[in-house]
């Protein structure tokens, strides 16, 4: 059974960093058969939204809200993907979800909460 677990969330203040791991477990098969791995986040009375992606050749895609900010990266020997957070805003205050495609499905972690402090 696939699992997908966040982790790295907590309290930060305003401009300080945090960085979020996202691991897979359960893969079977070649590691090539995780595609794409995705951070989304949504904050409470808002729909989520994705924040990050990543592809399994390394392309990225960056929400405008995070960019120059935010890093998304992966270790595919791992099966995770990780999200560095600089320069953290109140406005980024949310549950963090990692999304994980493999071929075709798509596995949710159970979120993480990130609070900015102003």
């Known amino acids: 059974q696939v699992r997908a677990v966040e982790s790295g969330g907590g309290l930060v203040q305003y401009g300080g960093s945090l960085r979020l791991s996202c691991a897979a477990s359960?893969?079977?098969?070649?590691?090539?058969?995780?595609?794409?791995m995705d951070w989304y986040r949504q904050a409470p009375g808002k729909q989520r939204e994705l924040v990050a992606a990543?592809?399994?050749?390394?392309?990225?895609y960056y929400a405008d809200s995070v960019k120059g900010r935010f890093t998304i990266s992966r270790d595919n020997a791992k099966n995770t993907v990780y999200l560095q957070m600089n320069s953290l805003k109140p406005e980024d205050t949310a549950v963090y979800y990692c999304?994980?495609?493999?071929?075709?499905?798509?596995?949710w972690g159970q979120g993480t909460q990130v609070t900015v402090s102003s």
């Open positions: 359960g893969v079977s098969g070649s590691i090539f058969s995780i595609n794409a």
């Open positions: 990543i592809t399994r050749g390394g392309s990225t």
């Open positions: 999304k994980v495609l493999i071929v075709t499905t798509p596995y």
